[in-house]
């Protein structure tokens, strides 16, 4: 029978599955320095001239790229899963857009209720930090509508890599300019109505307060009435402005009698 007696591991192996594993699971991202090479190989507890093997390794299977004069940094292995032509045609069309809100809405509560079960004090703290940075921009007297957007999107991209499921992670990666765009077209809308702002931000709050009290129903409750109501206001301003739309033409046709 064909058994072959069991070989010790490499050191260099070793090295390889441990820094494809924090690829995988979202720790190391596409952009990544790694710690410069003496540094590296004391922390793997490894040879250098095993790094070196490692890194030609996950080099040759597109992992990792050296830069002339800056490093070893984690490959652009994501790529976004939309074209920018198709992120703005996603964005003008109202249809997409809903569809865009409903989908959200299914995939970040799951993410929201594995977050609070599974996520780490260091993952919750994480999106906290995020949650203030989102109170301090809103305390600003005038309002930056793409750098809230940013934040915005980073909460919720934030509760996603805390639900730990590799696939969701880097499903919900890999659509981030659509996430980002579809958020800062949602808060170019939503935010002719006054009193949204407010709205949106206790909104994230009560999505933070049930992910810290790790209540896993509450935090997918949150993240369900956040995009419920994200989605009656979009469609509540955009029939405000086909109204509004027909009475200007109503008083065009008026002003040429």
Request: hydrophobic share 45%; net charge neutral.
């Amino acid at each position: 029978m064909p058994f072959k007696p069991i070989q010790p591991e490499k050191l260099s192996h070793g090295v390889v599955r441990q820094i494809e594993e924090l690829v995988l699971r979202g720790v190391l991202r596409p952009g990544d320095r790694l710690p410069p090479e003496r540094e590296l190989a004391e922390r793997l507890g490894v040879s250098r001239p095993s790094l070196r093997e490692a890194l030609a390794e996950l080099q040759t299977r597109g992992l990792v790229e050296t830069r002339a004069g800056a490093g070893v940094y984690i490959s652009e292995v994501i790529g976004s899963a939309f074209s920018p032509a198709l992120v703005r045609l996603f964005a003008s069309h109202e249809e997409a857009v809903s569809d865009m809100v409903a989908f959200r809405r299914d995939i970040e509560g799951l993410a929201a209720e594995r977050a609070a079960r599974l996520g780490s004090d260091s993952d919750l703290a994480v999106i906290d930090a995020v949650f203030k940075r989102m109170e301090a921009a809103q305390s600003r007297p005038a309002a930056n509508a793409e750098s809230e957007a940013g934040l915005d999107a980073e909460f919720h991209l934030a509760i996603v890599e805390a639900s730990h499921n590799v696939v969701m992670l880097h499903m919900m990666r890999s659509i981030y300019d659509l996430l980002r765009e579809g958020v800062f077209y949602n808060r170019q809308v939503m935010f002719r109505q006054r009193t949204t702002r407010a709205s949106v931000l206790e909104q994230h709050r009560a999505i933070n307060e049930a992910l810290q009290a790790r209540d896993p129903e509450a935090a997918r409750a949150a993240v369900a009435a956040h995009l419920d109501y994200v989605q009656a206001a979009l469609s509540d301003q955009r029939q405000a402005d086909r109204h509004e739309e027909i009475a200007q033409r109503r008083l065009s046709r008026e002003t040429r009698r």
